[in-house]
T-cell receptor, first 115, second 112 residues
Framework: AQSVSQHNHHVILSEAASLELGCNYSYGGTVNLFWYVQYPGQHLQLLLKYFSGDPLVKGIKGFEAEFIKSKFSFNLRKPSVQWSDTAEYFCAVKTTKAAGNKLTFGGGTRVLVKP | TAGITQAPTSQILAAGRSMTLRCTQDMRHNAMYWYRQDLGLGLRLIHYSNTAGTTGKGEVPDGYSVSRANTDDFPLTLASAVPSQTSVYFC???????????FGQGTRLTVV
């Protein structure tokens, strides 16, 4: 069964600082990779996704992520955060239909951006 | 566009009682999922369904059951609720390969 690990449970940083959130997964087959964001009191929204092709993917709100297959990693980055980026961020991995189509999430990282 | 609708939005339930959380999607997605979200534990998969008529167990299936009689509906039932099932429950759906999942607004359940 696949699993997803997010390295940081909590991150506190100031506006304009750079953000990088780590994500590693364990699964040997083909996967789809995602980062979701959950703003306080809201449901999950998709930030970005990787299916195939260019391993550097760009999402909404200035976020990007890089898939490094050899490291089973899919780290999220943003060069300059804003106060409105305060939220919880989840990395997720989905296996193919042939492998059960399971969508598994990491434990989440709570990000607090101080104004 | 409705997307995924969950009901109720919140509920307080006495321990030992049964309850069904409803989830309906209008996107004709084949795959549907139920997760529970607990502080520090992220989202944990309870049950999932790849297509109508089939279901599978996730990471934390004990105490929960699901059914998938048609494409649109994926109800989650707690047969005899316990306080440890206090959580926020999210339903999600997706097409299968190479698509993202879409989430409902969640159901906040408190078992007392």
């Amino acid at each position: 069964a696949q699993s997803v690990s997010q390295h940081n449970h909590h991150v506190i940083l100031s506006e304009a600082a750079s953000l990088e959130l780590g994500c590693n997964y364990s699964y040997g087959g083909t996967v789809n990779l995602f980062w979701y964001v959950q703003y306080p009191g809201q449901h999950l929204q998709l930030l970005l996704k990787y299916f195939s092709g260019d391993p550097l993917v760009k999402g909404i709100k200035g976020f990007e992520a890089e898939f490094i297959k050899s490291k089973f990693s899919f780290n999220l980055r943003k060069p300059s955060v804003q106060w409105s980026d305060t939220a919880e961020y989840f990395c997720a991995v989905k296996t193919t239909k042939a492998a059960g189509n399971k969508l598994t999430f990491g434990g989440g990282t709570r990000v607090l951006v101080k104004p | 566009t409705a997307g995924i609708t969950q009901a109720p939005t919140s509920q307080i339930l006495a321990a030992g009682r049964s309850m069904t959380l409803r989830c309906t999607q209008d996107m004709r997605h084949n795959a549907m999922y139920w997760y529970r979200q607990d502080l520090g534990l992220g989202l944990r998969l309870i049950h999932y369904s790849n297509t109508a008529g089939t279901t599978g167990k996730g990471e934390v299936p004990d105490g929960y059951s699901v059914s998938r009689a048609n494409t649109d509906d994926f109800p989650l039932t707690l047969a005899s609720a316990v306080p440890s099932q206090t959580s926020v429950y999210f339903c999600a759906s997706s097409e299968q390969d190479n698509t993202e999942a879409f989430f409902g607004q969640g159901t906040r359940l408190t078992v007392v």
